[in-house]
């Protein structure tokens, strides 16, 4: 199926003010519910300015000077192979029991990260998978590592697997997740992620929980307040450890890291492999597979187009027009903030 990229982004919008490194996820787009393509507008109102004669010329905004040609693109019709899968899910060496959560989750084959990644990380070693967002990565490595910690509670061992993720949402998905796959195990988990309330959080830790599942900032206050212990966790994930990098985490991920144990697990997922990426692999990876799902195709499927309004109202209705068109049955729309696209939805239902 086609995806249409519509939109440029509004000229006149302002740039929400960079946050802190410890606030978790007011760096990125908050997508509204209305699930699949990207869509962008361009909102500028010309402005003017009177020039040394005294006669007003028009200033050009910094929309104006974008070349939106660029984002122009019609799609190529690319044939998919279909990836055929090494490993049926009965194939993996689980607990019964996670074997039937897997099917309570609906799970049917595993999706090609899947398929890789999970004999690898029950084989003990460390992974790089680059793999985009949607492509089954949670699953891939919170299956193993559950399986991993239902043995260790087995031996009465006390260990603690910890997944860092850029934003407070992707963290409370990947916690979602981990309850519905993890249960029976008697296992428990925290979602560490600033905009919730901070003594929930201690609480949970205090009582004894198995998966520290948070994001940098607030990962790194608890340490500083002594109150999240790493020492015993021989287990690290860092989902979208780009995305992470991007938004300023480094420092944070850094001195994470180094509160963990010396002989430990580690796993990056990572949709790009940049030198800085590449850098952080080679100081904590220890001899990793190597493991990409990216097929470069999918941009070659995308038709991308832009429409230009000059009102708030005015791109509104050229928004309804577009989710009225045949094919837009799912619909990813981006805006800058989270209320942004709350007021959005509101809108939209409003008008049907």
């Known amino acids: 199926m086609i995806n249409k990229r519509s939109f440029a982004r509004p000229a006149s919008a302002g740039t929400p003010a960079r946050n802190d490194s410890r606030s978790d996820s007011g760096r990125h787009r908050a997508p509204s519910r209305f699930g699949g393509g990207a869509s962008k507008f361009n909102n500028s109102r010309p402005s003017f300015h009177r020039s040394r004669g005294g006669r007003p010329t028009q200033k050009r905004s910094r929309g104006e000077r974008i070349d939106f040609s660029r984002f122009i693109k019609k799609a190529i019709q690319v044939a998919e192979v279909p990836y055929v899968s090494k490993h049926t899910f009965a194939d993996f060496p689980f607990n019964p029991q996670l074997h039937k959560n897997i099917a309570k989750a609906g799970y049917t084959s595993p999706r090609p990260i899947q398929d890789q990644s999970i ?16 492509t089954g990565k949670t699953a891939a490595f919170l299956l193993p590592l559950i399986e991993k910690i239902a043995k260790t509670k087995g031996m009465n061992k006390r260990e603690t697997v910890l997944i860092m993720a850029p934003t407070r949402e992707l963290a409370i998905q990947i916690e979602s997740d981990f309850k519905n796959l993890a249960f029976g195990f008697g296992m428990f988990s925290v979602a560490c992620v600033g905009g919730l309330p901070i003594n929930k959080q201690i609480r949970e830790i205090k009582m004894g929980v198995s998966f520290v599942i948070g994001t940098p900032g607030r990962l790194r206050d608890l340490i500083d307040q002594k109150v999240l212990d790493l020492s015993t966790c021989h287990s690290v994930v860092l989902d979208e450890a780009d995305r992470m990098l991007d938004m300023g985490f480094r420092d944070d991920m850094v001195y994470i890291i180094g509160k963990t144990a010396s002989e430990r697990q580690t796993l990056f997922f990572s949709a790009t492999l940049s030198p800085e990426i590449r850098k952080l692999t080679e100081q904590y990876l220890k ?51 989270k209320h942004s696209v709350d007021t959005l939805a509101k809108e939209l239902a409003h008008d049907g």
């Open 287 to 337: 001899n990793p597979a190597f493991i990409s799902v990216i097929s470069g195709e999918t941009a070659k499927n995308i038709e991308q187009d832009v429409i230009r309004t000059r009102t708030k109202e005015e791109k509104l209705d050229k928004l309804h027009e577009v989710l009225k068109k045949d094919g837009s049955d799912k619909v990813l729309i981006f805006r800058e903030m």
């Open 119 to 134: 004999p690898t990380v029950m084989e003990g070693r460390d992974v790089f998978g680059m793999a985009n967002t949607g």
